[in-house]
Structure formats: structure tokens, C-alpha cells
């Protein structure tokens, strides 16, 4: 099978979707993708992103793919752990404090800015919507973040996340203790888990 076929089986099975990360990953040559391209066989969405012509384009993934430190955060993030039920208008993204590249000129885009020894922290890789990785910050720092920027919350979000978060089973407590202490809120999340808990 050559480099092409196996990349259009890989695509294929993707849901129309692949990433450069993808073809290096699976040994394929990265010229196919230019080859494709260039027969109008793929498109391409934005750097290392590319789709069959006519498919569906992955809005969270196409975003994070303009900034490698990019994470999804806040009710973003609560909107990919099924901790409220709202989809997103905008996409909430921590970056680092300093950034200054192109994702600040998108328009349903809202930026957070945090110090690079906490842009990491809990940060994990989940699907997205449509199927691709992308990165998120855990149920935990979730939850940290909204306690720590509570008056800038929308109430009833906030309200409803927190209960949501108290009823799942696969909590961490733990996690959430140590995370709250790295990010200052320690009497803040005592205060919030005693009506909660």
C-alpha cells in the first residue's frame, strides 16, 4: 500500500479528519499530504489540520492548533466534562501570561492568562465534540479555576457546576485539595465544599 492510500485509509477511519502529527505517527510520508492537497483531495483547515473537501471542520481543534500552550478552560471546559448542559457561545482558552500571538484577534475567543508554572496543571488530552484530542484542563482545575474567578462567573452556571461536580462518582478530592492549594484558594474551596459536601 503506498503512502497515499494509506493515508486516505487513515483519514478515512478518522472521520474525514487527520493531523500532520497523525501521518508522522503512522509512518507516512508528510509529501502525501501536499499531494493531496494539491489534487484537491484534502484541505487544509490550519497549520497540521486537514479534512476530506466538504467535511465538517472541528472548531475545537482548529483553535487550539494556532497556539501549542493553548488549553480549554473555564465553561469550555465544564461544557467537555458534561458539567453544564450550555453550549459555549465562546471558547474560554488559558494561555501563558505574555502570549501575544493570533489567537487574541479571534472574535469568540476569551483568553485567560495565567503564570507558566500553573498553565500545565491539570491539564489533560480528551476528545473533542467531534472526535479529535484536544487538550483541557481536568474536572479538578475546573472547578479551581471557577471557585478562583467566582465574581466573574455567571451565577447559575456556576451554581449548577459545582452541584454537578459534587454529584459525580469519579471525583478527586485529593486532586482538588492540592490544586487549590498551587493556585491560592485553599479557604475558598474549604468554604465552597462545606455547603457542597
Known amino acids: 500500500m503506498s503512502d497515499l492510500e494509506r493515508l486516505m485509509k487513515l483519514v478515512s ?50 483553535v487550539l492548533s494556532k497556539c501549542k500552550s493553548a488549553v480549554f478552560s473555564f465553561t469550555t471546559a465544564l461544557y467537555l466534562h458534561d458539567l453544564t448542559d450550555r453550549t459555549p ?12 500571538g493570533n489567537l487574541q484577534n479571534i472574535d469568540n475567543i476569551y483568553l485567560h492568562y495565567v503564570d507558566n508554572e500553573i498553565l500545565n496543571l491539570g491539564m489533560i488530552e480528551i476528545k473533542s465534540p467531534f472526535g479529535m484530542n484536544i487538550k483541557c484542563y481536568d474536572v479538578e482545575r475546573t472547578i479551581c479555576d471557577l471557585i478562583k474567578d467566582k465574581n466573574n462567573m455567571d451565577k447559575e452556571i456556576y451554581s449548577k457546576a459545582l452541584k454537578e461536580y459534587a454529584k459525580r462518582k469519579d471525583k478527586d478530592l485529593l486532586k482538588l485539595a492540592k490544586y487549590a492549594k498551587k493556585l491560592n484558594i485553599e479557604k475558598e474551596l474549604v468554604d465552597v465544599m462545606e455547603v457542597l459536601l
Open 89 to 100: 457561545i465562546y471558547f474560554d482558552i488559558t494561555v501563558q501570561r505574555g502570549y501575544g
Open 13 to 62: 477511519e478518522n472521520n474525514g479528519h487527520i493531523t500532520t502529527k497523525q501521518v508522522v505517527e503512522n509512518n507516512i510520508n508528510k509529501m502525501a499530504l501536499k499531494r493531496l492537497c494539491d489534487d484537491k483531495k484534502l484541505e487544509r483547515v490550519s497549520t497540521g489540520y486537514y479534512c476530506l473537501p466538504g467535511t465538517f471542520i472541528d472548531e475545537y481543534y482548529k
